[in-house]
């Protein structure tokens, strides 16, 4: 089965610099994507980025971007000029590109932004 | 706007009591889920749905059970709730790839 693991329970960085958050999965499978969904205190899941195993290059979303290394099998997301609108529960997650698969959730990182 | 709506927001039960959560698409999306968020794990898959007509096991079903009423609604029912049901619920459809999630469901069973 596949898991995924958020190595970082918390997080905190100051507004305007740059924070990498951590994620590594473990899969037997070849095809699959990966994503980092953001959790503000209001509750509502919010994708903020998605990579397709078969690109190798690294998706990017204005301020957010990943290191996709897939023979690491590591997932990080990196947010530049972090804003306070940025703290949240952000959480990592694995599909298998058989979409009959349902999505696994890392345990979450929760960013704090400092003023 | 588009999306998945699910109700309530919040709901606080007694032991014992019991309730469905619904949750519509309009999307048509063909796979639809129920998650339960609790803190430091994550989210866990309770039940899905695959298509109309179709629900399946996730890692945590017991106490639960699912209808999917049509392609649209997909609705969690707990027959009789326990303090251990105690949690954040969410349901999700998909596609392909991502999925979009309701508001979420925040249940306290006392």
């Known amino acids: 089965a596949q898991t995924v693991t958020q190595s970082q329970p918390e997080m905190s960085v100051q507004e305007a610099e740059t924070v990498t958050l951590s994620c590594t999965y473990d899969?037997?499978?070849?095809?699959?994507?990966l994503f980092w969904y953001k959790q503000p205190p209001s509750r509502q899941m919010i994708l903020v980025i998605r990579q397709e195993a078969y690109k190798q290059q690294n998706a990017t979303e204005n301020r957010f971007s990943v290191n996709f290394q897939k023979a690491a099998k590591s997932f990080s997301l990196k947010i530049s000029d972090s804003q306070l609108g940025d703290a949240a529960m952000y959480f990592c997650?694995?599909?298998?590109?058989?979409?009959?698969?349902?999505?696994?959730f890392g345990a979450g990182t929760r960013l704090t932004v400092k003023p | 706007n588009a999306g998945v709506t699910q109700t309530p927001k919040f709901q606080v039960l007694k032991t014992g009591q019991s309730m469905t959560l619904q949750c519509a698409q309009d999307m048509n999306h063909n796979s639809m889920y129920w998650y339960r968020q609790d803190p430091g794990m994550g989210l866990r898959l309770i039940y899905y749905?695959?298509?109309?007509?179709?629900?399946d096991k996730g890692e945590v079903p017991n106490g639960y059970n699912v209808s999917r009423l049509n392609k649209r609604e997909f609705s969690l029912r707990l027959e009789s709730a326990a303090p251990s049901q105690t949690s954040v619920y969410f349901c999700?459809?998909?596609?392909?790839?991502?999925?979009?999630f309701g508001s979420g469901t925040r249940l306290t069973v006392v």
């Open positions: 899969t037997s499978e070849s095809d699959y994507y």
């Open positions: 997650a694995y599909r298998s590109a058989d979409l009959g698969n349902d999505m696994r």
């Open positions: 749905s695959a298509s109309e007509g179709t629900t």
């Open positions: 999700a459809s998909s596609w392909t790839g991502a999925y979009t």
